[in-house]
């Protein structure tokens, strides 16, 4: 441990002498002090000086952008996130992360910047949700404007858990739909059916039948899902609901494997439902097996067809 330390002291004092000017030294050898910079980081990170080493990775994805090497510098940066993220410093690891994404898609290399962003929303999600969330998002984006939706599942997978967690139904919802769309272009087909049947089930959760059957109405539009056993398992679990009776709606989810195949946090939802008035939520629906979504009524108690 001392001879790691020692070693660690050693390297940094000789690459900080590299980069700072003095009476003797008017050109900064960033070429030389950025790999002493990494060792020290490494050293100080192994012997637990934490501080210490968050400080060499910083440092040296300064002397990696010196040095006109972007991905070098993300790979720092992310390094210099991991050890603020072992430290408690949400702030920094957002900012650690935010830039070692950025950097990497400077590079033209957006696959690598999705995976940095999604590493640095993981790590925040507990201290900082709503950093975690825009982190996905961001993830989210790059992936799909550099059209590699075929390797964009497992963030949004991890999106979507993040946002239910934090009981964000209608944004669930949205990343639920994005994730539908992405997994057509990709030919996911499997996936992408679950997706909206995720998000009837997430709307349901919520206690908004309304918003869930037009979501449902909506992906009938879209073929793969409209032939689906999802699809199928949607429309028993709204017949179930029309019935107004909980056993119907548990019974119906309990012997379906549709509901069990779900992504982990959206199954988990399913096993709770029904959640909310459930004559209410009967009644959005048409109620008695009316199969159908309830018009609205104007305050002169006639139906609204506008």
């Known amino acids: 441990m001392g001879d790691r330390l020692g070693e660690a002291e050693r390297l940094w004092k000789e690459a900080t002498k590299l980069t700072t000017p003095g009476l ?16 020290a980081g490494q050293l100080f990170r192994q ?45 920094e690891v957002e900012q650690h992360y935010s830039r070692a994404a950025e950097l990497f898609a400077e590079e033209g290399r957006p696959t690598a910047a999705a995976e940095a962003a999604a ?12 950093a975690s969330t825009l982190m996905y998002r961001r993830a ?3 992936l799909e404007d550099a059209g590699k939706d075929a390797l964009a599942g497992d963030v949004f ?24 769309a992405s997994c057509d272009g990709a030919g996911a087909r499997n996936s ?24 449902y109405q909506d992906a009938l539009a879209v073929e793969t899902f409209s032939s689906s056993d999802e699809a ?6 709204f017949d179930a609901y029309r019935s107004g009776e909980a056993a119907a709606i548990q019974g119906t989810i309990k012997h379906s494997p549709v509901f069990t195949n779900l992504d982990n946090q959206v199954a988990r939802l ?20 009316g199969g159908g979504l309830e018009l609205p009524v104007n305050e002169e108690g006639e139906e609204d067809l506008t």
């Open 24 to 39: 003797l030294r008017w050109s900064l050898d960033w070429e030389q002090a950025t790999p002493m910079f990494e060792r």
């Open 47 to 91: 012997a637990g000086a934490n501080a210490r080493a968050k400080e060499c990775y910083e440092r040296a994805a300064v002397g990696q952008e010196r040095q006109k090497s972007g991905w070098h510098a993300a790979k720092a940066m992310e390094k210099a996130g991991e050890v603020a993220a072992a430290m408690g410093l949400w702030e």
């Open 119 to 130: 590493r640095g929303a993981r790590a925040l999600e507990e201290q900082r949700p709503e």
């Open 140 to 142: 989210v984006e790059w």
């Open 157 to 180: 997978r991890q999106a979507i858990a993040q946002l239910l967690r934090a009981e964000k139904w209608a944004d669930a919802v949205s990343m639920l739909l994005r994730f539908a």
């Open 192 to 215: 992408q059916c679950k997706a909206y049947l995720g998000a009837v089930v997430v709307w349901l959760y919520a206690g908004k039948a309304n918003d869930a059957w037009i979501t």
């Open 232 to 237: 199928f398992a949607a429309d028993a679990l």
């Open 270 to 289: 399913a096993r709770k439902l029904p959640q909310g008035d459930l004559a209410v939520l009967a009644a959005q629906l048409g109620g008695g097996g």
